[in-house]
């Protein structure tokens, strides 16, 4: 991350070491430990700030796109239902005119058919002739 070699390390740990002297170090290690350790977690604190607004931006984005694949569904499948609706209506329209014309073709058939071949008058069967010799 900083690009620091083994040789600039030992170089920065001499000048320590000099200024600050052997007695001091390890106090001035310790207290270098606490300032690192407080940089560490506000660093987490910032990094998790930032991931939880990132999440939440990533929701309200999901949450939009939801909502958006929501009104098309409904727009669609109100679609679908107005044209059931008008197939629906066409369809007893179809019905009602196509049995009105059907009661009236069967009307002028019956009509026509009596006329062609008119019912006989008396149903029954005709009597049946009587045999020779016997007269009734």
């Known amino acids: 991350m900083f690009e620091i070699s083994w040789s600039e390390i ?28 407080v940089v560490r977690r506000h660093a987490n604190d910032f990094k998790a ?17 939801v ?8 727009s669609e499948v109100m679609r679908a239902g107005s044209t059931i609706d008008s197939l629906q209506q066409s369809a007893s329209a179809d019905i009602s005119s196509s049995s009105t014309t059907s009661t009236t073709s069967a009307d002028t058939a019956l009509v026509s058919d009596s006329a062609v071949h008119p019912a006989p008058a008396n ?11 016997q007269e009734r």
């Open 10 to 37: 030992l170089i920065l740990g001499i000048v320590v070491l000099v200024f600050v002297g052997p007695k001091e170090l390890p106090v001035f290690m310790r207290t270098l430990g606490k300032y690192a350790g």
């Open 67 to 74: 909502d958006k694949m929501q009104a098309s569904i409904n």
């Open 49 to 65: 700030q930032f991931d939880a607004a990132m999440r939440e931006a990533e929701l309200d984005s999901m949450r939009q796109e």
């Open 123 to 133: 149903t029954l069967a005709p009597p049946m002739p009587s045999p020779p010799g």
